[in-house]
T-cell receptor, first 115, second 111 residues
Framework: GAVVSQHPSRVICKSGTSVKIECRSL??????MFWYRQFPKKSLMLMAT?????????EQGVEKDKFLINHASLTLSTLTVTSAHPEDSSFYIC???????????FGSGTRLTVV | SQKIEQNSEALNIQEGKTATLTCNYT??????LQWYRQDPGRGPVFLLL?????KEKRKERLKVTFDTTLKQSLFHITASQPADSATYLC??????????FGTGTSLTVIP
């Protein structure tokens, strides 16, 4: 089945630095990928929709300059958290659609801790 | 906007019993609804999709029902096992071309 690889799985960074998270579709092409954020015991909240070759679509309240998304190829989307602050600490998950099953395949997530 | 409620934050059942999880939604009529499993520190894993014209869908020990009149989906795990312990999320495709997820139900199957 479809596999989405997300890297890194955990990252700790200092306040003010930037962190890049990669999301790759391993055995299929994904023209669209989605980035979510999840707080403890809360549901997934869509941050943005990443479109290959064009600008990402951000959800209301998500800062575009804070969360930079690049979808340069059909198999790779990246999320860069710029000038990270402790309140950016969260679990970030990407996903892409599996055309065969209509389900969405999720990456394994990235636990970001900003200290 | 769409609202999804999974009315049990946590559910404990004995091994071998049937677990039933509930997902209710308002303010929308989705064309389909999905269920996912999420283990701690991991991304959700797709389990089942059920369309609005389907009353019931089965996959091995899993069964999902979809009542568009009640705006409710039920997710059943029969002959539950400790390995079924996880958080289960329902999701519907709503306006704005995105998925809306419930907050999940944490299921614990007690040996």
């Amino acid at each position: 089945g479809a596999v989405v690889s997300q890297h890194p799985s955990r990252v700790i960074c200092k306040s003010g630095t930037s962190v890049k998270i990669e999301c790759r579709s391993l055995d299929f092409q994904a023209t669209t990928m989605f980035w979510y954020r999840q707080f403890p015991k809360k549901s997934l909240m869509l941050m943005a929709t990443s479109n290959e070759g064009s600008k990402a679509t951000y959800e209301q309240g998500v800062e575009k300059d804070k969360f930079l998304i690049n979808h340069a190829s059909l198999t790779l989307s990246t999320l860069t958290v710029t000038s990270a602050h402790p309140e950016d600490s969260s679990f970030y998950i990407c996903s892409a659609r599996d055309q065969e099953s209509y389900g969405y395949t999720f990456g394994s997530g990235t636990r970001l801790t900003v200290v | 906007s769409q609202k999804i409620e999974q009315n049990s934050e946590a559910l404990n059942i004995q091994e071998g019993k049937t677990a039933t999880l509930t997902c209710n939604y308002t303010n929308y009529s989705p064309a389909y609804l999905q269920w996912y499993r999420q283990d701690p520190g991991r991304g959700p894993v797709f389990l089942l999709l059920i369309r609005e014209n389907e009353k019931e869908k089965r996959k091995e020990r899993l069964k999902v029902t979809f009542d568009t009149t009640l705006k409710q989906s039920l997710f059943h795990i029969t002959a539950s096992q400790p390995a079924d312990s996880a958080t289960y999320l329902c999701a519907l495709w709503g306006t704005g071309n995105q998925f809306y997820f419930g907050t999940g139900t944490s299921l614990t199957v007690i040996p």
